[in-house]
């Protein structure tokens, strides 16, 4: 048995682990404050990346499921959901495996699977906008979530650039919480929000700009809304489902 590697990550002093005593109190406060109202639906559809540069990928699929959007595709089977594999519209699978994915891929692929999005970086938006954001996100029981794109390092956590979705919010504390999809290294924690947003800040080396948040929402027609590069990924991605798939009975 190969026992190389790593188990998990501790969480820095500053973040509280959302499943510890006090973690657990402060999402009951949170909840009694209305900060929890969108935690249900994306705990409902939360999973773990499945693979390590796979932070991207594993977020939006969480929040596109959460926002019960139909991919228009078949995942397996009859069945329509989405999962990491079929997020290929903007960049190839291959190439995220590799390296990630940037602030703008993100927002992309969000665009040509079915989502509105609302992009912000750290350097077009304030810091009482952030937090009105993530209030009106946390106050929203379905239909609208908020992802974050932010510097591991300034939380004093290991590796960099990462992305996860918004769980909730606790108004009196101004804590956070960071739903991270890398759950095989942190787990879900609260917190601050000034800490987050400065999380926001530092340049992607990629790209040399800074990270920042996402909202994203159902969009009603979005290929009417979508990038030129977007629309044309649909067009070729057309569903075709066969007829008799459609008029026989479904064994699962």
């Known amino acids: 048995m190969d026992t190389h590697g790593f188990y998990r990550r501790p969480l820095p002093s500053q973040l509280i682990a959302f499943s510890s005593l006090e973690g657990r109190q402060i999402f009951t406060e949170a ?14 559809q939360f999973h773990t990346q499945s693979e390590p540069a796979y932070c991207g990928l594993g ?19 009859l069945w329509r959901w989405y999962s990491e594999e079929i997020l290929d519209c903007c960049l190839q699978l291959r190439a995220i495996k590799e390296r990630g994915m940037t602030f703008d891929q993100f927002v992309c692929l969000g665009r040509c ?10 350097d077009n938006t304030t810091i009482e ?17 908020m992802v974050v794109s932010y510097s591991r390092e300034v ?43 400065d999380a926001l800040a530092p340049l992607d080396p990629a790209t040399g700009k800074p990270r920042g948040y996402i909202l ?3 969009e009603d027609d979005f290929r ?20 008799t798939y459609m008029n026989i009975s479904q064994p699962f």
């Open 31 to 44: 909840l009694t404050l209305g900060g929890m109202d969108s935690y249900f639906a994306l705990a409902e």
């Open 155 to 197: 939380l004093g956590q290991t590796g960099d650039g990462h992305f996860s979705p918004i769980g909730g919010y606790h108004r009196k504390r101004d804590l956070v919480l960071i739903m991270d999809v890398a759950r095989f290294k942190y787990p879900s924690h609260w917190v601050p929000l000034s800490l987050l947003w």
């Open 129 to 145: 906008a952030f937090r009105e954001a993530i209030e009106q996100a946390a106050r929203s029981p379905e239909g609208f979530h």
């Open 224 to 243: 009417s809304h979508s990038s030129p590069t977007c629309t044309d990924f649909l067009a070729n991605k057309q569903l075709n489902i066969l007829e």
């Open 113 to 122: 699977n079915g989502a509105k999005v609302e992009a912000y970086r750290y």
């Open 59 to 77: 977020t939006l699929v969480v929040v596109l499921n959460a926002l019960s959007i139909d991919p228009g595709r078949i995942w397996k089977g």
């Open 216 to 218: 994203l929402s159902k």
